[in-house]
């Protein structure tokens, strides 16, 4: 029997757009894997959910149980109220992060995942953490290229 897979998230930003980041921390059985990355220029919704997609990302067996917990709002309602398979099959038009979406639901969709929504800055341990690697990674001093975020001035123009 294989066990679950839980996994922790948080996202980051310092201002929005600004310097960002994600935590994640993926625990099964006594196996534990912590990943951060912080970005030059993004949102906190984008770490919030790339968060998601890295942890999901770094699962190898496909059609594994997987709970999410995550402080973000934006992530699980999206999923649990089904919204984002709504946005799917209107092409993501005039919706945010199309690029992470679409990267999400990929994943997503080898996997049996279900969201939980836990308060942020709670006292949950493992949240605080993914909050602190989140914040830490947007410190960096070596920070990657958010390359799919659009500043929203530019987002307007493209259709």
């Not at 929005?16 to 994640?24: A, E, F, I, K, T």
């Not at 975020?149 to 493209?158: F, V």
Request: net charge negative.
């Amino acid at each position: 029997m294989r066990d679950d897979i839980i996994i922790y998230t948080d996202g980051a930003s310092s201002g929005n757009p600004g310097p960002g980041g994600y935590g994640v921390v993926l625990k099964s059985g006594a196996h534990r894997l912590e990943k951060s990355e912080g970005f030059r220029l993004t949102t906190n919704n984008r770490m919030e959910l790339l968060a998601v997609i890295v942890g999901l990302e770094a699962l190898k067996k496909p059609g594994s149980n997987v709970t999410v917990y995550t402080d973000s709002k934006y992530v699980a309602d999206a999923v649990e109220k089904g919204w984002v398979f709504q946005w799917e099959s209107k092409h993501f038009k005039k919706k945010k992060n199309p690029d992470l979406w679409i990267r999400f639901l990929d994943i997503y969709r080898k996997h049996k995942v279900k969201f939980v929504w836990i308060k942020g800055h709670n006292n949950d341990p493992e949240n605080e953490l993914c909050d602190m690697m989140a914040v830490e990674a947007s410190r960096s001093r070596v920070l990657l290229e958010d390359e799919g975020y659009i500043p929203e001035a530019e987002e307007n123009d493209l259709f």
